[in-house]
């Protein structure tokens, strides 16, 4: 009897335990969703790179059959930079969660997608760290019970959207976990775009997140993305609203900017031809 | 035409023989940021790398600048960060990631003194133990102390050729009076300096198992991007990679070679350098800047008649112990002279077997004057 093999089983990496995410969990469903860009693509697999930082989110790298690298916590994006600098001919992936990529490593995102290196960020906002244990984070809503703000939150969560535009990423989109086949398209034009691109994926967190907002089972959060999330039609991330009534889905920024890899190796070539057209081995004072 | 090799005589400071001896080993990554005194490193490596070829990237923090490099080694490249007191304290939690992902990856300490901001324009020796010490879970580093503009240049060379050997991060801990130092460097000629390049893997990428090591405990390394399609994890991994946190086997024997392919090595990586040890009563240890002072006045102190010797340590870590415990046995007494509060000086009496150990410490950013050795010395015996 031959065994049924799932048509994206040759994206996994063999041998890893069985998956660290708990059943209902949605980072499974963007990881799915990556798969299915990578392939739609017709990408080659050995010229992708995966990087994520610590946290639920950032098991995802190892679970793809690409070179991956797993990184200290916060720390993906500049992992991420310094591989792409290095082979910029390679496409470089961040996938992490909210706590990761934007409390302990904000100051990374920042600068990445101010620079406009070409690496793509997806970030699975799940507004809170499920890994140990459902603490309140950065995109954590007002007012939201965690285990550390057990009196309701008082603290104004970032808007990842409206963050990534004002830095200057060249593309720019949220989905929730829901909308499963935006997510694959938006993945496939983060792949395929030259500069810093971003990819927020409102995600569920039943275990952690959901159960101590009254939607204790996977099918209440994904009933709750579906009533409360608009698309919006306009590259505006001034309509990027994000509260746990109104989630606001779409693509907001689509532009281009010179890539930071191709500047810098437009600098090289032509200080290399300047110091050829000059005879010169330095113009370097030791 | 070599532009990565300026074959030629110079009258340079530490700092920038320092980056030129990185371009030599072959260095061609450099991610830093601005902090006194390790800036001119940056700022020379911003004007030489495009003309190898080479990148130079400054970011937003030291936690970055590390973070890059290692992402660009494990892409292939010789990758760098420089750095000094504060900015050191930022690597620490990637200098572990280095070591559990085997990066190779150097990087420099111009040494300043501390706590916290302390005395940005003055020179110390008081990270010796940061460096051995400074990130969570054990393990074993290289570094190297500089004592002179020609060593920043002929060292940095030392701590690639190591970085790429035994897949560790390597330090350069050079005091800012070293960095900051003025005087004359050779640069050789290309052939005349050695080179170690990382062990590549020889098997079909399929077999490739990224933490297997050979017999010598060191695991050929595959690049990004070249198919092999691995995963390095930060995490306690099995020989191919993959996360295995819960089984005390793996991690203890991950653990174990982690630390056991550089003390199996300590022999070779070790590097001293002695002065009049073979009859001396009292034998001054000294390194970095120190060692000059220290070399003086051991010469001044044999012409009064008194014998005494120097062991410069090249090499802080692996620290010599073999090598001091055999000196205590003919020695009536050490004096261990560094510019902080006693950090070395704690490896020596560990080390010690037979003899006594006395300490002159140094703060403030002055160098101990040959004089203040030598009066120390009389006192010691």
Same mark, same amino acid.
């Given at each position: 009897?031959?065994?049924?093999?799932?048509?994206?089983?040759?994206?996994?990496?063999?041998?890893?335990?069985?998956?660290?995410?708990?059943?209902?969990?949605?980072?499974?469903?963007?990881?799915?969703?990556?798969?299915?860009?990578?392939?739609?693509?017709?990408?080659?697999?050995?010229?992708? *790179?995966? +990087?994520?930082?610590?946290?639920?989110?950032?098991?995802?790298?190892?679970?793809?059959?690409?070179?991956?690298?797993?990184?200290?916590?916060?720390?993906?994006?500049?992992?991420?930079?310094?591989?792409?600098?290095?082979?910029?001919?390679?496409?470089?992936?961040?996938?992490?969660?909210?706590?990761?990529?934007?409390?302990?490593?904000?100051?990374?995102?920042?600068?990445?997608?101010?620079?406009? +290196?070409?690496?793509?960020?997806?970030?699975?906002?799940?507004?809170?760290?499920?890994?140990?244990?459902?603490?309140?984070?950065?995109? #954590?809503?007002?007012?939201?019970?965690? #285990?550390?703000?057990?009196?309701?939150?008082?603290?104004?969560?970032?808007?990842?959207?409206?963050?990534?535009?004002?830095?200057?990423?060249?593309?720019?989109?949220?989905?929730?976990?829901?909308?499963?086949?935006?997510?694959?398209?938006?993945?496939?034009?983060?792949?395929?775009?030259?500069?810093?691109?971003?990819? =927020?994926?409102?995600?569920?967190?039943?275990?952690?997140?959901?159960? %101590?907002?009254?939607?204790? %089972?996977?099918?209440?959060?994904?009933?709750?993305?579906?009533?409360?999330?608009?698309?919006?039609?306009?590259?505006?991330?001034?309509? $990027?609203?994000?509260?746990?009534?109104?989630? *606001?889905?779409?693509?907001?920024?689509?532009? !281009? %900017?010179?890539?930071?890899?191709?500047?810098?190796?437009?600098?090289?070539?032509?200080?290399?031809?300047?110091?050829?057209?000059?005879?010169?081995?330095?113009?370097?004072?030791? | 035409?070599?532009?990565?090799?300026?074959?030629?005589?110079?009258?340079?400071?530490?700092?920038?023989?320092?980056?030129?001896?990185?371009?030599?080993?072959?260095?061609?990554?450099?991610?830093?940021?601005?902090?006194?005194? /390790?800036?001119?490193?940056?700022?020379?490596?911003?004007?030489?790398?495009? =003309?190898?070829?080479?990148?130079?990237?400054?970011?937003?923090?030291?936690? /970055?600048?590390?973070?890059?490099?290692?992402?660009?080694?494990?892409?292939?490249?010789?990758?760098?960060?420089?750095?000094?007191?504060?900015?050191?304290?930022?690597?620490?939690?990637?200098?572990?990631? $280095?070591?559990?992902?085997?990066?190779?990856?150097?990087? *420099?300490?111009?040494?300043?003194?501390?706590?916290?901001?302390?005395?940005?324009?003055?020179?110390?020796?008081?990270?010796?133990?940061?460096?051995?010490?400074?990130?969570?879970?054990?393990?074993?580093?290289?570094?190297?102390?500089?004592?002179? *503009?020609?060593?920043?240049?002929?060292?940095?060379?030392?701590?690639?050729?190591?970085?790429?050997?035994?897949?560790?991060?390597?330090?350069?801990?050079?005091?800012?009076?070293?960095?900051?130092?003025?005087?004359?460097?050779?640069?050789?000629?290309?052939?005349?300096?050695?080179?170690?390049?990382?062990?590549?893997?020889?098997?079909?990428?399929?077999?490739?198992?990224?933490?297997?090591?050979? =017999?010598?405990?060191?695991?050929?390394?595959?690049?990004?991007?070249?198919?092999?399609?691995?995963?390095? #994890?930060?995490?306690?991994?099995?020989?191919?990679?993959?996360?295995?946190?819960?089984?005390?086997?793996?991690?203890?024997?991950? +653990?174990?070679?982690?630390? =056991?392919?550089?003390?199996?090595?300590?022999?070779?990586?070790?590097?001293?350098?002695?002065?009049?040890?073979?009859?001396?009563?009292?034998?001054?240890?000294?390194?970095?800047?120190?060692?000059?002072?220290? /070399?003086?006045?051991?010469?001044?102190?044999?012409?009064?008649?008194?014998?005494?010797?120097?062991?410069?340590?090249?090499?802080?870590?692996?620290?010599?112990?073999?090598?001091?415990?055999?000196?205590?046995?003919?020695?009536? %007494?050490?004096?261990?002279?560094?510019?902080?509060?006693?950090?070395?000086?704690?490896?020596?009496?560990?080390?010690?077997?037979?003899?006594?150990?006395?300490?002159?410490?140094?703060?403030?950013? !002055?160098?101990?004057?040959?004089?203040?050795?030598?009066?120390?010395?009389?006192?010691?015996?």
């Amino acid at each position: 009897m031959s065994r049924l093999v799932h048509p994206l089983e040759k994206f996994v990496r063999p041998g890893m335990e069985t998956r660290i995410w708990c059943s209902g969990c949605s980072d499974g469903i963007v990881l799915n969703e990556f798969l299915r860009a990578i392939d739609e693509l017709g990408l080659d697999m050995s010229k992708i *790179v995966v +990087v994520s930082g610590i946290g639920c989110a950032g098991r995802a790298s190892g679970y793809i059959n690409v070179d991956a690298f797993h990184a200290t916590h916060g720390r993906a994006i500049p992992v991420a930079i310094g591989i792409k600098v290095a082979k910029p001919e390679l496409n470089v992936v961040v996938i992490s969660g909210d706590g990761d990529l934007f409390s302990i490593g904000g100051n990374h995102f920042l600068h990445a997608a101010r620079r406009n +290196v070409g690496i793509k960020v997806i970030c699975i906002n799940n507004f809170n760290y499920g890994m140990t244990g459902g603490q309140s984070g950065p995109t #954590t809503p007002m007012g939201a019970f965690l #285990t550390t703000t057990p009196y309701g939150n008082i603290e104004n969560p970032l808007n990842l959207v409206q963050l990534a535009a004002a830095v200057g990423a060249t593309y720019v989109a949220r989905w929730t976990a829901f909308h499963v086949r935006r997510i694959k398209e938006s993945m496939k034009k983060a792949l395929t775009k030259k500069g810093f691109a971003f990819i =927020e994926v409102v995600g569920i967190c039943p275990e952690q997140y959901g159960r %101590r907002h009254k939607m204790p %089972r996977p099918i209440d959060m994904m009933i709750w993305l579906k009533k409360n999330s608009v698309i919006s039609r306009e590259l505006d991330p001034s309509k $990027a609203e994000l509260t746990p009534e109104r989630i *606001v889905v779409g693509e907001f920024v689509d532009a !281009e %900017r010179p890539e930071y890899t191709e500047l810098m190796r437009g600098q090289i070539n032509s200080i290399i031809e300047g110091l050829e057209k000059e005879g010169k081995v330095s113009d370097v004072e030791i | 035409m070599r532009r990565d090799v300026l074959t030629g005589s110079y009258f340079t400071l530490g700092d920038i023989a320092c980056a030129e001896g990185a371009l030599a080993a072959g260095c061609r990554y450099f991610a830093g940021y601005p902090i006194t005194p /390790a800036t001119e490193i940056a700022e020379h490596m911003a004007r030489r790398m495009p =003309e190898v070829g080479g990148i130079y990237i400054q970011m937003e923090d030291e936690i /970055a600048s590390i973070a890059s490099a290692i992402g660009a080694s494990y892409a292939g490249m010789k990758a760098m960060t420089a750095t000094s007191g504060p900015g050191f304290s930022l690597m620490q939690e990637n200098i572990g990631l $280095a070591v559990m992902t085997e990066a190779p990856l150097v990087i *420099v300490n111009v040494m300043r003194g501390g706590p916290s901001t302390g005395q940005p324009t003055r020179g110390g020796q008081q990270d010796v133990m940061q460096t051995k010490w400074g990130s969570h879970g054990d393990y074993e580093v290289i570094a190297f102390a500089p004592s002179s *503009v020609q060593e920043m240049f002929d060292l940095t060379i030392e701590a690639f050729n190591c970085a790429e050997r035994f897949r560790c991060p390597t330090f350069v801990l050079a005091e800012e009076n070293v960095g900051h130092l003025r005087e004359k460097l050779v640069i050789p000629e290309p052939h005349e300096i050695k080179l170690v390049e990382r062990k590549r893997p020889k098997c079909d990428p399929k077999e490739y198992a990224p933490f297997k090591p050979d =017999e010598d405990l060191i695991p050929p390394m595959a690049h990004f991007g070249e198919g092999f399609r691995f995963y390095a #994890t930060g995490l306690t991994h099995n020989e191919r990679g993959l996360p295995r946190t819960v089984d005390p086997d793996i991690h203890a024997k991950l +653990v174990r070679r982690l630390n =056991e392919k550089i003390r199996r090595h300590a022999k070779e990586i070790i590097r001293v350098e002695k002065l009049y040890l073979d009859d001396a009563d009292i034998c001054v240890v000294a390194y970095g800047i120190v060692s000059r002072s220290a /070399a003086s006045a051991v010469r001044a102190a044999r012409e009064m008649g008194i014998k005494a010797g120097l062991l410069k340590l090249v090499t802080v870590w692996p620290f010599p112990s073999d090598e001091v415990s055999r000196l205590s046995e003919g020695i009536k %007494r050490f004096l261990v002279c560094e510019m902080n509060e006693g950090q070395i000086v704690r490896e020596v009496e560990r080390c010690n077997k037979c003899s006594k150990v006395s300490f002159l410490p140094k703060l403030g950013g !002055e160098i101990h004057t040959p004089k203040e050795i030598l009066s120390a010395m009389r006192a010691a015996l």
